[in-house]
């Protein structure tokens, strides 16, 4: 039978994996947003020739890539911290920052994000939002769904490290995770 701390490893490694399929997915989209704003430009420039819809597209590639992006650049460390003084932590020291800061900043505010996001996707659904503007994309909608699924795959990455955190911190995992 397996023991808590294996659970709870096999649960993180879990989530892990999530954050780096839509890392990978987020890597696709920003080849296809580099390929449509080469394509938007070249069309301008060359031709004289303007497209709202991808101008939107663009955009709207950029949203998923922040959003959908963030677990994944939260998994690989790639957050913004204050390296000057982390960097003279012990490992340890490391591990208890990382758990306060995902704990009593991070999870509060992906919370805050979800839970006031809802209104604004409800209503972008409710209506079948699309762009005000002629020639623009419609399913704006399905746009602004990506906010509480962005954060809530961040909620999940902060949910991994946390138990990382504890298991290192416990002695259970080797190095830091």
Same mark, same amino acid.
């Given at each position: ?29 920003? $080849? ?23 101008? %939107?597209? %663009? ?24 390296? $000057? ?43 079948? %939002? ?42 259970? %995992?080797?190095?830091?995770?």
């Amino acid at each position: 039978m397996m023991d808590l701390p294996s659970k709870f490893q096999r649960l993180a490694h879990g989530l892990d994996r999530l954050s780096e399929i839509s890392g990978h997915a987020v890597a696709w989209m920003v $080849v296809l947003m580099t390929l449509v704003v080469g394509y938007d430009v070249a069309m301008r420039y060359l031709f004289n020739v303007g497209s709202v819809a991808l101008q %939107e597209l %663009e955009w709207h590639l950029f949203a998923l890539i922040f959003l959908l992006g963030a677990a994944y650049t939260f998994k690989q460390e790639g957050h913004v911290r204050v390296e $000057v003084l982390y960097q003279r932590f012990s490992p340890r020291a490391q591990a208890w920052a990382d758990l306060f800061g995902t704990v009593f900043f991070l999870l509060p505010f992906c919370v805050l994000i979800i839970i006031s996001s809802w209104p604004f996707v409800f209503n972008a659904f409710q209506y079948s %939002e699309g762009s005000p503007d002629p020639g623009g994309l419609p399913y704006r909608f399905l746009l602004k769904s990506a906010i509480p699924i962005g954060f809530s795959l961040l909620v999940l990455q902060g949910l991994a490290s946390i138990i990382q955190r504890i298991l290192f911190l416990l002695g259970k %995992e080797k190095g830091q995770a």
